[in-house]
C-alpha cells in the first residue's frame, strides 16, 4: 500500500499551475516536524504537495502560508536533471485534506509564533570538517 499520512503547516502560499486557459493542479509545501531530538530541538522536513479536482479548489480558496492542515494521499518519487546533477523528488499526490486546529487556535498559534524565528529549509550543503581532526577517521 501507498499512502503518505502527515500534518503540518503550509510552508508558502499554494501555486497554480495552469494547462493552457485551464487550471490544471495546485502545488504547495508542507513543513512537517519529525520526533524531538535529545538535544530538545524538532528537525522539519518540507514535503511537496499536489492537489487535483476538488482538493485543489479548497487548496486555492482556503490554504495560506502557515495554515495547519493535514493530508493523506500516494507518495510519488520523480527525478529531473538540473546543471547535470540529478536531482530525486517526492511528492504527495493529495487525496484528503483536512484542516487541524480552529480559527481560534489558528489566531493564537499565529500570535505566539509571530513572536519566534520560523524554522529555515535545509541547504544540504555538506559540514567542513574542522582541522586537526584527520586522525581520528576510521578511514585514510
Not at 530538545?40 to 490554504?63: E, K, M
Amino acid at each position: 500500500m501507498n499512502k503518505w499520512l502527515g500534518s503540518g503547516k503550509v510552508s508558502e502560499e499554494p501555486f497554480i499551475k495552469y494547462n493552457g486557459d485551464k487550471a490544471s493542479f495546485v502545488a504547495f509545501t508542507l513543513m512537517v516536524k519529525r520526533n524531538r531530538i535529545p538535544d530538545g530541538g524538532h528537525p522539519v522536513d518540507f514535503i511537496d504537495c499536489i492537489c487535483t479536482g476538488q482538493n485543489a479548489r479548497f487548496a486555492q480558496q482556503f490554504l495560506r502560508k502557515g495554515k495547519k492542515v493535514e493530508v493523506a494521499g500516494p507518495l510519488r518519487s520523480g527525478h529531473y536533471t538540473k546543471d547535470g546533477k540529478k536531482v530525486y523528488t517526492k511528492t504527495v499526490f493529495v487525496e484528503e485534506i483536512n484542516f487541524s486546529e480552529t480559527k481560534a487556535e489558528e489566531e493564537g498559534r499565529q500570535k505566539q509564533e509571530s513572536q519566534q524565528p520560523e524554522p529555515t529549509p535545509p541547504d544540504h550543503n555538506f559540514m567542513d570538517i574542522p582541522d586537526g581532526i584527520e586522525g581520528e577517521f576510521p578511514f585514510q
